[in-house]
């Protein structure tokens, strides 16, 4: 199976024209800061509507950390969005797996779907307190190593030094998570 091209782009995940975009969502499903509430107000009430459904089905607890899940993309240039739990950053305890397991859920979501492109913002790495160039090593090594269909992974960062740090990563050779 080919590995997917892998790229690193400064700019606004909400506006990203890919077949799916991840949202770094809380587990609630219901919208909160950072990605997901920009993705929650940029793709408009569609979105909530999808994610409340899946509460009163499926996930009437939450999301779990490092699972995902899709929605509809409502006004979004993307068709679906993935939502995936990020785990919170710990010192003392090693989170890495499921950090990576973010990744490979999410693309395990978008081979369901038949998505070819996929844009990931920089999961964890806001208010979850992932130190940047962890986050990054860890997503891009586990996307390298993913087993998937998705052709095309696009890193999308909102600002300049995340998109440094993700562009570092990316030219690096990355061990394994």
Same mark, same amino acid.
């Given at each position: 199976?080919?590995?997917?091209?892998?790229?690193?782009?400064?700019?606004? %995940? @909400?506006?990203?024209? @890919?077949?799916? %975009?991840?949202? #770094?969502?809380?587990?609630?499903?219901?919208?909160?800061?950072?990605?997901?509430?920009?993705?929650?107000?940029?793709?408009?009430?569609?979105?909530?509507?999808?994610?409340?459904?899946?509460?009163?089905?499926?996930?009437?607890?939450?999301?779990? +950390?490092?699972?995902?899940?899709? @929605?509809?993309?409502?006004?979004?240039?993307?068709?679906?969005?993935?939502?995936?739990?990020?785990?919170?950053?710990?010192?003392?305890?090693?989170?890495?797996?499921?950090?990576?397991?973010?990744?490979?859920?999410?693309?395990?979501?978008?081979? +369901?779907?038949? #998505?070819?492109?996929?844009?990931?913002?920089?999961?964890? @790495?806001?208010?979850?307190?992932?130190?940047?160039?962890?986050? #990054?090593?860890?997503?891009?090594?586990?996307?390298?190593?993913?087993? +998937?269909?998705?052709?095309?992974?696009?890193?999308?960062?909102?600002?300049?030094?995340?998109?440094?740090?993700?562009?570092?990563?990316?030219?690096?050779? +990355?061990?394994?998570?």
């Amino acid at each position: 199976m080919p590995k997917p091209r892998i790229t690193v782009v400064r700019g606004d %995940i @909400t506006k990203q024209d @890919t077949d799916a %975009i991840v949202n #770094a969502a809380n587990s609630s499903l219901l919208g909160g800061g950072g990605v997901d509430g920009a993705i929650h107000r940029a793709g408009g009430p569609e979105i909530l509507e999808a994610c409340r459904a899946l509460r009163a089905s499926h996930y009437g607890r939450g999301l779990p +950390t490092g699972q995902a899940v899709a @929605t509809t993309a409502g006004r979004l240039p993307a068709r679906w969005v993935i939502h995936t739990v990020g785990p919170v950053y710990s010192r003392n305890e090693d989170r890495s797996a499921l950090l990576a397991a973010c990744h490979t859920n999410s693309l395990k979501v978008a081979d +369901t779907l038949g #998505a070819k492109t996929v844009a990931f913002p920089a999961i964890s @790495t806001g208010i979850f307190g992932w130190p940047m160039a962890d986050a #990054a090593r860890i997503a891009v090594a586990t996307v390298r190593a993913a087993a +998937t269909e998705v052709e095309e992974v696009r890193f999308v960062l909102f600002d300049e030094s995340a998109y440094q740090v993700f562009a570092q990563a990316l030219t690096s050779p +990355t061990p394994p998570p």
